[in-house]
């Protein structure tokens, strides 16, 4: 008899976690060096890297960070497993800061320039352009800043995380007759970081030019000091540990107490400075000195200190050749053939594709439900929303329209804990129903669920998706939604939404899987059912397609069904600890990252069970937190002309790309997938293409 060894009976390799996650930070760098780009989009991945970055020291550098201050004041050797990876996750930070920035000077830059398109340091300004900046700093900036001269009357201010910063170096005596030779300069975040100049003040008035906003001031900065001399002025940022933590059991209100703690982030330990290369080493170690910066996390370089707001340039360049192609989402013709939203949800289940199928659909979908005078309630789940959410204002509208509005709220959303604190007042003010889901679970999980009167008796009417609910996102993350009437899941989803607002045990459910409760469970069953096939001489077959894969037990799954002949392919988009094609381990699995014009954000599970094919969304990522700290769902697709669109789109044409998708070796290093002999093929240019889908 064949046996399937348990997790605890056999010894596996992972990859680090964090180490993992700064490679894929270094793929999308990749897609900034990539000339299959164009080129204002190579400037905007070359941004996006840089925010990624920012995240990363906020969050996943300072645990690191703070591990080892604690085991330091506890006076005890801190685990190589937290310490060596510190020290390797900071070299190649470092590497990539210096690849980002020989990236920006040496390539981006220069070929921008030959398009017409001028960003210019200070040295290449003409008379007309410092006459211009003068006149702008004069006017627009010097008025908003209050430079803050160090001295015992004048402590080294609070600063923000992120922000930008000056720190000058001067001599002689002010007004008062005070002799300081330091100073710092605040730049308040309301300032813009990139400037257009006006046509007057171009070399040619056919090119465009632009400057930072760091150049404008440092050109102009001895204005702050008259009668001093400025010896030298260089900017500075500074980024802390952000992480929120509050204990919901002892506190009786969480919104009052994520708002205290929110103050609290913009202060938070440093983990990380950014100063201009040029800075002398005194007043280097004078700022790591202020804020206590962890040795190797100090970062010289040679440009802007904050690349993100590069974001900025390309909506102020006016060149579409220099750009992706405008891509209009498509609409689902089912909704084309109803009246009403309701009308064709109800003749069968329905799947949207973001970004290729238009997010309005869901949006349409609460708007009809909360005007339509046959809907009784509205419950749905919120984790992030953004600015002007129609959404919102929907619920709004459906509660003074006299319906039932229940929201769950996800207060800590990270990042987003002031956004949804903002929208649950609104929404409490509007009289819907808020709450804020579970004690000690975010609530990730997103769904809707209407009740609806029709022909004397009550209908429901569902969504489910694997992403936000969240307008601007919709148009650049890859994600799936799914409209559904089906009774099963209605009923399941009704449970749940029950569950979360009272206090209730939530009995077997019928088709839906959920976290913490049987997801984990459910996965493990599936993965075994295949590795079972395979022994009898059976097919099995697993696709997977998630944003991180770092769950030990589910990954040991997934390396004795390989063990035992099952076929795997995992599209990871990011972190990833399976390490592949190991013998003995894990032969049978290939892992895939697709990297490029959307950020690949959908969950599919997908396992061939016997010739049955299941396909699951769902909200949850292979991750310990999904599995046990969050609430999640699973949502079986059962139409099967449904299925195998979403087989063929998430699956079969990622597997085939050669554009931009990347494979993860033995040894944690990927390689980008490009055969030359073979036609071009983009998933993203694919699914944008609608008669190909």
């Not at 540990?241 to 708002?259: G, I, P, Q, R």
């Not at 381990?585 to 014009?597: L, M």
């Amino acid at each position: 008899m064949t046996v399937v060894l348990t997790p605890s009976e056999s010894r596996f390799t992972y990859f680090n976690r964090e180490v993992s996650l700064l490679r894929f930070h270094r793929r999308v760098l990749a897609e900034a060096a990539s000339e299959k780009n164009p080129l204002l989009e190579r400037l905007r991945f070359l941004a996006i890297s840089s925010n990624n970055l920012d995240e990363y020291f906020e969050t996943r550098v300072a645990g690191l960070v703070q591990q080892q201050r604690y085991a330091h004041e506890a006076g005890r050797v801190l685990n190589t497993h937290y310490s060596e990876p510190l020290g390797k996750i900071l070299r190649q930070a470092q590497s990539m800061v210096s690849a980002q920035y020989k990236l920006l000077n040496n390539v981006l830059v220069p070929e921008l320039s030959r398009q017409g398109v001028h960003s210019l340091r200070r040295q290449c300004w003409s008379k007309k352009l410092l006459s211009w900046a003068e006149k702008y700093f004069i006017e627009q900036v010097a008025p908003v800043l209050s430079p803050i001269a160090l001295d015992p009357a004048h402590p080294f201010p609070k600063l923000h995380n992120k922000s930008l910063n000056y720190i000058v170096r001067l001599s002689g005596r002010d007004a008062f007759g005070r002799e300081n030779n330091i100073a710092v300069v605040r730049i308040p975040r309301s300032l813009p970081r990139v400037l257009l100049v006006p046509k007057e003040y171009r070399r040619s008035k056919k090119e465009e030019e632009l400057v930072l906003l760091s150049s404008v001031i440092r050109a102009n900065i001895e204005e702050l000091f008259v009668g001093m001399k400025v010896e030298g002025a260089w900017p500075f940022r500074i980024t802390r540990n952000s992480d929120l933590w509050v204990d919901e059991e002892d506190v009786e209100d969480l919104k009052s107490a994520l708002n205290d703690e929110l103050f609290q982030r913009h202060f938070g330990d440093a983990v990380r400075l950014e100063i201009d290369h040029s800075c002398p080493a005194n007043i280097e170690g004078f700022l790591q000195e202020q804020f206590s910066i962890p040795e190797g996390c100090t970062f010289r370089v040679d440009g802007p200190v904050n690349l993100n707001r590069l974001m900025q340039l390309p909506t102020l360049v006016s060149r579409p050749d220099l750009k992706f192609v405008s891509h209009i989402p498509s609409k689902l013709e089912i909704f084309q053939k109803h009246s009403s939203m309701f009308d064709a949800i109800a003749s069968r289940d329905i799947v949207a594709h973001h970004p290729y199928d238009s997010f309005g659909h869901t949006t349409d979908f609460v708007a009809e439900a909360a005007d339509d005078p046959n809907v009784l309630a509205i419950k749905m789940t919120l984790y992030r929303t953004g600015e002007d959410s129609r959404i919102v204002d929907s619920l709004k509208r459906a509660s003074k329209n006299g319906k039932e509005v229940t929201v769950i709220v996800e207060l800590k959303a990270r990042f987003d804990e002031a956004a949804n604190i903002d929208v649950a007042n609104e929404l409490q003010l509007a009289g819907a129903n808020v709450s804020y889901g579970l004690v000690g679970h975010k609530t990730h999980a997103k769904m809707i669920f209407v009740v609806r009167r029709e022909s004397g008796s009550l209908k429901r009417y569902v969504h489910v998706g694997t992403g936000n609910y969240h307008y601007q996102t919709a148009r650049i993350y890859t994600d799936i939604g799914l409209f559904t009437a089906n009774e099963e899941i209605a009923s399941d989803i009704q449970m749940l939404f029950t569950a979360l607002t009272g206090q209730q045990s939530i009995p077997l459910l019928n088709r839906v899987w959920m976290a913490p409760l049987n997801l984990h469970a459910n996965l493990i069953q599936a993965i075994r059912r295949e590795a079972e096939a395979a022994q009898k001489g059976e097919k099995g077959r697993i696709l997977l397609k998630m944003n991180s894969l770092i769950e030990k037990e589910l990954i040991a799954e997934l390396y004795l069904a390989s063990n035992v002949g099952v076929k795997i392919d995992c599209i990871v988009r990011g972190m990833c600890a399976l390490v592949p094609g190991v013998a003995n381990q894990s032969e049978n699995i290939r892992v895939h990252s697709i990297v490029g014009r959307f950020l690949e954000h959908a969950r599919a599970f997908y396992f061939h069970a016997g010739g049955q094919k299941d396909l699951w969304i769902s909200s949850a990522d292979w991750m310990g937190r999904n599995m046990f700290r969050r609430f999640e769902l699973g949502i079986p697709i059962e139409d099967n002309s449904l299925k195998e669109k979403l087989v063929r789109e998430c699956f079969h044409h990622a597997l085939k790309d050669n554009q931009q998708r990347w494979e993860l070796g033995t040894k944690g290093k990927y390689l980008r997938v490009d055969e030359q002999n073979e036609t071009p093929f983009s998933l993203h240019t694919c699914l944008m293409r609608t008669g190909l889908r």
